[in-house]
């Protein structure tokens, strides 16, 4: 499961912030901050997307990097929320 | 003697540590630092720059994050004699060039993370000298580790040969021909509107105040430059991109002060929607960069139940020209106020003339804290600085259109130029076209701007392709993202099979907005 829902987060990365299908141009552990491909809006994008395919609230005070600033780290996150909603 | 000595703009630190050495003056990350702390780090890299021949006048680039290597770099720069070229984080290669080359930069002052953006730029430019913070692998020529060699320089300022009318910064902006121009101010121009700034948002020493804009483009660089002018604390973050962190840091460090812009508003309000947000400790909210919409005002005040709200407009090329008195923030909501004290503002009509109370004119900005000029360009200088109404006066044409109240307040009617406002960055529509038009399927490209609630405009491309060749928003997009800042991509991009023209055959911005619904998706 985790692997399509990374498969699923690259995607939506590829094409969204980096507007590419390269998949090369993208690690899961790159910081999306760090590597300057998101700013303030861009990260109001991620959490629309993840709210709508994940179906689960993210909360104010879970918009932090450790969950949101690379691949892994949503992945992690997206798994962790999902184990609580099941 | 020299009674009152000119007045430089490094000055402000130096007094500061003097009076406060132990208070905290900036905290950034994990650090925070004294004002003994960043003068003796500032002083040391200004012998550092003197050592690499960095003299009076010169200029030295700062490509880096909003990190407290960036804050204390300017005033090293300054202490060095040089002149600081603010670079925004997400410039790509070609800009990033365009400006070491036009500026003619003697160093370059980056951090590692950036070196995929420098490098290759560095390897064209044999003379400049980078420093950088980390040494990265694929570094190859002219690179020194300054940043961790400090610690054997002195924490004395180096003898100071520079005037007031020595230019102290250099600062890139859009402009409407696509390439950007270097707008100079001096220590003159930058001392006076700091003073001007401190003095009517009333400013005390323990202020902590809150930033997370850049600190290479004017409102994010004053908050810094007003902290240690008035020897109080600065909260600098890399970006409101995740606004958990931002809220905690604010609420943990009991900020007095916070600057934002409309889309940084607007982002609180939405979560605020979902989570009430509250800063208590919040007793001055400022505003700039792009109006605030009326709507916004009421959640604000739900918010920051304690503030007083200045909305403020200005211009690289004078940093401020007017602000609301905090108490009609209500009663004019749409008012940008008046002029900053100490500077005049006129309206005038296309001949010159002056136009009566009511009606809609350009405005002009007098006073002590405009530009030199644009860097080597004296044609585009003469376009903008123009002779005053006092005699031997320069005055600022601000490119924008205004009306002014009984009282004197002024509101804002529209822009005279093209360029779009995003986000509360410039966006020069050629710019983007270029980037576009370096696309060989594009027959052709007219970038605008269209409102949009989060980002006040949104940049819009409207392409056609060359016949029998294909086009994706993707590429469009990806293409704007490779060579341009974040801020510039276009949010929208509509294929039409040929862009409408004048009766003369041209393409027009100005037909394109006019007939835009005409092309738009529901």
């Not at chain 2, 000119?6 to 208070?23: A, C, F, I, K, M």
């Not at chain 2, 792009?290 to 909305?311: H, S, T, V």
């Not at chain 2, 000029?373 to 109404?389: D, F, N, S």
Request: with cysteine.
């Amino acid at each position: 499961m985790t692997i399509n829902m990374k498969k699923t987060i690259r995607k939506y990365i590829l094409e969204n912030l980096l507007f590419t299908e390269d998949e090369s141009t993208l690690q899961d552990d790159e910081s999306f901050l760090d590597s300057g491909m998101i700013d303030s809006t861009g990260v109001m994008e991620i959490i629309l997307f993840i709210e709508e395919s994940f179906g689960f609230r993210v909360k104010d005070d879970e918009m932090l990097p450790a969950n949101l600033d690379s691949v892994n780290n949503l992945a992690d996150f997206i798994q962790r929320k999902q184990v609580i909603v099941a | 003697m020299i009674v009152n000595p000119p007045r430089l703009l490094q000055e402000t630190l130096l007094t500061s540590v003097g009076n406060y050495p132990d208070h905290t003056a900036l905290i950034s990350g994990d650090v925070r630092m004294s004002y003994r702390e960043v003068s003796d780090y500032a002083c040391r890299l200004a012998h550092a720059l003197r050592m690499q021949g960095v003299r009076r006048g010169d200029r030295v680039a700062i490509f880096m994050d909003n990190t407290w290597q960036c804050a204390v770099s300017i005033y090293g720069i300054l202490l060095a004699g040089g002149v600081f070229v603010p670079i925004n984080v997400q410039t790509k290669q070609d800009k990033l060039a365009f400006i070491l080359q036009d500026a003619d930069v003697h160093v370059l002052l980056s951090e590692s993370p950036l070196s995929r953006v420098f490098s290759p730029v560095v390897e064209l430019l044999p003379t400049l000298q980078v420093f950088c913070q980390k040494n990265p692998m694929d570094l190859s020529v002219n690179m020194g580790n300054v940043f961790d060699n400090l610690v054997d320089m002195p924490t004395t300022p180096p003898p100071q040969l520079a005037v007031s009318q020595d230019l102290a910064a250099l600062i890139y902006t859009s402009g409407t021909t696509g390439e950007p121009k270097g707008v100079m101010h001096t220590h003159q121009s930058l001392s006076f509107v700091l003073d001007s700034i401190n003095k009517y948002l009333g400013f005390s020493q323990d202020e902590r105040l809150f930033s997370a804009l850049p600190l290479n483009f004017g409102y994010g660089l004053f908050q810094w430059l007003s902290a240690v002018s008035i020897g109080a604390t600065l909260i600098l973050e890399r970006s409101f991109a995740y606004p958990a962190q931002v809220f905690k840091r604010m609420h943990d460090e009991a900020v007095t002060s916070l600057a934002g812009v409309p889309t940084v508003f607007a982002m609180m309000l939405a979560l605020d929607a979902k989570q009430a947000l509250r800063f208590p400790s919040v007793r001055r909210l400022t505003n700039a960069a792009a109006a605030l919409p009326i709507e916004f005002i009421p959640g604000i005040r739900r918010m920051f139940p304690e503030a007083n709200l200045y909305k403020m407009y200005g211009q690289t090329e004078c940093i401020r020209s007017a602000y609301l008195n905090p108490a009609l923030a209500e009663l004019k909501p749409d008012s940008v106020g008046c002029a900053i004290p100490g500077t005049e503002l006129l309206l005038l009509d296309d001949n010159g003339g002056t136009v009566a109370k009511g009606e809609v004119g350009n405005l002009y900005v007098c006073g002590p804290h405009l530009m030199k000029g644009y860097w080597k360009q004296p044609e585009k200088t003469a376009e903008v600085l123009v002779p005053g109404l006092v005699q031997g006066e320069l005055m600022l044409k601000s490119g924008d259109l205004f009306r002014q109240d009984a009282d004197g307040d002024f509101f804002f009617v529209a822009r005279s130029d093209e360029i779009i406002k995003s986000r509360g960055e410039k966006v020069s529509p050629v710019e983007v076209e270029n980037a576009i038009y370096s696309l060989s399927a594009v027959q052709e490209v007219v970038v605008i701007g269209l409102p949009d609630p989060l980002l006040g405009e949104a940049v819009c491309a409207f392409v056609a392709a060359r016949e029998g060749e294909k086009l994706s928003v993707q590429q469009i997009k990806h293409i704007c993202s490779d060579r341009l800042e974040n801020f510039m991509v276009p949010k929208h991009v509509f294929f039409l099979s040929e862009l409408p023209r004048t009766t003369n055959g041209k393409l027009s911005r100005k037909l394109l907005m006019e007939q835009c619904d005409h092309y738009l998706p529901n």
